[in-house]
Nanobody
Framework: QVHLVESGGGLVQTGGSLRLSCAAS????????IAWYRQAPGNQREWVASLTSGGATNYADSVKGRFSISVDNAKNTGHLQMNSLKPEDTGIYYCYMQLRRHSGSRRTDYWGQGTQVTVSS
């Protein structure tokens, strides 16, 4: 069973930066899609950014121009670079990957355990 291990969250002041990482726990065949979501206290989980295997990126309007999503296929790891952070960016950030474990396996969805990001004003 593949697990996604997240890291990089923490406490940062307004205007600061953080880089989140999401690593697959074992070697995999391919990452088809990767995305990041977040959930603030009392709110529903919301989509933040996504990246397809073809390289297309999309961002929520609230983070456009500040966040950047990327993937290192050699390391089976996705990243979310977050700059110019604001207090409203505070929440638990979850990574999502659609991947194939082996060349003959079907695409399967996986979620990370979440990492806390807190931006102080």
């Amino acid at each position: 069973q593949v697990h996604l291990v997240e890291s990089g969250g923490g406490l940062v002041q307004t205007g600061g930066s953080l880089r989140l990482s999401c690593a697959a726990s074992e070697s995999i065949f391919s990452i088809n899609n990767i995305a990041w979501y977040r959930q603030a206290p009392g709110n529903q989980r919301e989509w933040v950014a996504s990246l397809t295997s073809g390289g297309a990126t999309n961002y929520a309007d609230s983070v456009k121009g500040r966040f950047s999503i990327s993937v290192d296929n050699a390391k089976n790891t996705g990243h979310l670079q977050m700059n110019s952070l604001k207090p409203e960016d505070t929440g638990i950030y979850y990574c999502y990957m659609q991947l194939r474990r082996h060349s003959g396996s079907r695409r399967t969805d996986y979620w990370g355990q979440g990492t806390q990001v807190t931006v102080s004003s």
